[in-house]
């Protein structure tokens, strides 16, 4: 623990003056409520509405209208209201900054530094500032926060080092090839004092809609998930209930505020990228550098031991995957005309070309298994800047891994889904209208029964894209949250229908609903038992899908459309099953998933659009910093300290 300098009162107020300012739209408040910055003051809650949702100039109006309110003398109370009253609005992202950063420590103080960048054609380099991955470890050392690399909440430094030497031990099986493993060998660096990280980029939707990209690292290693903690009631596999060793827990990073488990290390709208994205590869190129520094230099913490990251893989969604590591094989290339011909789409294999069909899905044998790793998926000169952390370039296509999240329940679970709501849909009666009508009422109904949100007020033809029935249907949808429940809602219909595609689909429904629940059950390794369980189900998945297209063919539906992230979803499988027959642990698929850092995404591009867009990168960077500090202090993380 940190004890942090700061005013709690302020801190706490503000954050109820900005929340009134949102839910005012952001208009000057002249009704205040004395009780309740009493109530505040005295530590019910904490909000953070100033770091993601006001603009600086709306918490300036809005204190001054505090002040006013509750006089004077018991504004003085109230500490640091009466200097951010007193901030000009003229300048209000600059001395609100000042005020909170600087004066009142309420920012965690890493430092900003500037992507490197070279001359072109004459004109001076165009910089941006960053958040160095090199800054963030040194704040981790200096503050004793190591233990959030490793997933613990409070600083065990004897546990932390056992939790490492464990867990690289485990990944040395996984990946023997990896070169960490020669420099621990040559005593270049200690295992038990290396965190594993990947690094995630994607971009979220920032001022008037444009893309606003955001590259962020995490720990392989967390506190769990919801399922594994025991906080849910789902029937799970026999394999996850079994007893383990708390001590040296290796669980997923998906629980607790993604400011406190994902850390920015760039932000960049689309409009500063440059000629030929220069000012994206410049940001990637900074943080690979870090990495690679990181890996081999290592940084001390306050007892005098060096510390060491070690990137493991670059994760995302598929376009950022092809974009970042320069892909000649991605999903673009996928055949959208008859005769088109067939070049590859998985930058891992050879799947695509006519030797190797993608859509072979239905076999543990597939044509493109022995062509992994055969030929490169990269045109050469110049190579992605991953080069930095992966020299040997016939490994570098390993380093870019396909997520589970986008794969499934933003891709093949949207067609899976869309697909079966329109069989739903063609059992009930009346127009087409009115047939949705019937499977909204059923889902709601349910939905009411079992507690689950709907998140969607109605499904209509709209919802699966299915304008006519000679067009595929796949869901419209943007929240992978819905592509669950609906296969949940799916399976619980069990038994009331009787149409054979929809006894067929119930049947692969089942099997990739207990292959998700036994994944977010797991921590980051399964054992060879579960591996294989796992392995098989997602195998049924994939074979019953195959199924369900050919009899949709055959009886001249449009129905199980065959997208290219079948192939990604076949290869976790195969991965899986690989491990259970070779007798070995198996890296769980959910470890390389980006469903939270999807929600750390959305976060500062949000927040992009209240900061002036002459320095955009510079403000989000700064606020994202003040959001961080509330976020660590409510996860117990930083302690604040009243100001003397």
Not at 239 to 251: A, D, F, I, N
Not at 583 to 595: I, V
Request: glycine fraction near 6%.
């Amino acid at each position: 623990m940190v004890k942090y300098g700061g005013s709690v009162r302020f801190s706490r107020t503000l954050w109820t003056c900005v929340d009134r300012v949102v839910e005012t739209s952001n208009l000057v408040v002249t009704q205040w409520k004395l009780p309740r910055v009493l109530r505040e003051r005295s530590g019910e809650r904490v909000l953070e509405k100033f770091g993601l949702q006001a603009t600086a100039r709306s918490a300036i109006r809005t204190a001054r209208n505090v002040v006013k309110d509750v006089g004077l003398e018991k504004a003085r109370g109230i500490g640091g209201l009466l200097p951010l009253a007193r901030i000009s609005e003229n300048h209000s992202e600059r001395d609100s900054h000042s005020l909170l950063s600087k004066k009142l420590g309420l920012a965690l103080p890493i430092p900003l530094s500037e992507t490197p960048s070279e001359e072109n054609d004459g004109e001076p380099p165009k910089r941006f500032q960053r958040l160095s991955m090199v800054d963030w470890v040194r704040y981790f050392c200096k503050h004793n926060h190591w233990h959030v690399l490793a997933g613990l909440r409070k600083p065990d430094k004897v546990r932390e080092e056992k939790i490492w030497k464990a867990w690289w031990e485990r990944y040395r099986i996984h990946e023997p090839s990896h070169p960490i493993f020669a420099a621990a060998d040559a005593n270049k660096i200690d295992l038990c004092k290396t965190a594993g990280v990947l690094l995630h980029g994607d971009e979220g939707r920032g001022r008037r809609r444009a893309a606003f990209f955001i590259l962020s690292f995490h720990s392989i290693i967390g506190r769990g998930t919801l399922q594994s903690l025991g906080k849910t009631n789902k029937v799970l596999h026999s394999s996850t209930k079994k007893t383990r060793k708390p001590y040296l827990k290796m669980s997923l990073n998906f629980v607790g505020h993604s400011y406190t488990n994902r850390f920015i290390t760039a932000v960049l709208p689309r409009a500063a990228y440059g000629e030929c994205d220069r000012h994206f590869y410049d940001a990637l190129s900074a943080a690979y550098g870090d990495a690679k520094y990181l890996e081999t230099v290592g940084v001390e913490d306050r007892q005098g031991d060096r510390r060491f990251l070690c990137l493991l893989k670059t994760v995302g969604d598929w376009p950022f995957l092809a974009k970042a590591g320069r892909l000649q094989r991605t999903y673009a290339n996928s055949i959208k005309q008859i005769n088109q011909a067939a070049v590859g789409v998985c930058h891992r294999c050879e799947a695509g070309f006519p030797h190797a069909p993608f859509e072979q899905i239905g076999t543990r044998r597939p044509a493109w298994l022995r062509t992994v790793n055969a030929s490169s998926p990269f045109a050469g000169m110049p190579w992605p800047p991953a080069v930095k952390v992966v020299e040997n370039t016939e490994r570098l296509a390993e380093h870019y891994a396909f997520d589970l999240f986008h794969t499934f329940h933003l891709g093949v679970g949207k067609y899976y889904v869309g697909s079966v709501l329109a069989i739903l849909s063609n059992l009930e009666s009346g127009n087409v209208e009115q047939r949705f009508q019937q499977v909204t009422a059923k889902y709601r109904e349910w939905c009411g029964r079992t507690g689950h949100t709907m998140f969607v007020s109605k499904l209509t033809k709209d919802s699966i894209a299915w304008e006519a029935t000679s067009d595929f249907p796949c869901g419209g949808w943007f929240k992978g949250d819905l592509t669950t429940t609906l296969l949940e809602w799916i399976e619980s219909l069990e038994g009331s229908v009787m149409d054979p595609l929809f006894v067929l689909s119930m049947d692969a429904t089942k099997s990739i609903n207990l292959f998700f629940r036994i994944l977010y059950s797991e921590g980051v390794w399964l054992s060879v038992e579960t591996a294989a369980r796992t392995g098989q189900l997602a195998s049924k998945f994939l074979r019953r899908y195959e199924e369900l297209a050919k009899k949709a063919h055959s009886d001249q539906l449009t129905l199980f459309a065959m997208p290219p992230k079948l192939h990604s979803l076949h290869h976790f499988a195969i991965d899986l099953l690989t491990s259970a027959n070779a007798n070995r642990m198996a890296l769980n698929p959910l470890a390389l998933s980006t469903q939270i850092s999807e929600d750390l995404v959305g976060r500062p591009s949000r927040l992009s659009r209240r900061v002036s867009s002459r320095l955009v990168v510079q403000r989000t960077l700064e606020r994202y910093l003040q959001s961080c500090h509330a976020k660590w202090v409510a996860a117990g993380l930083l302690i604040e300290t009243a100001s003397k």
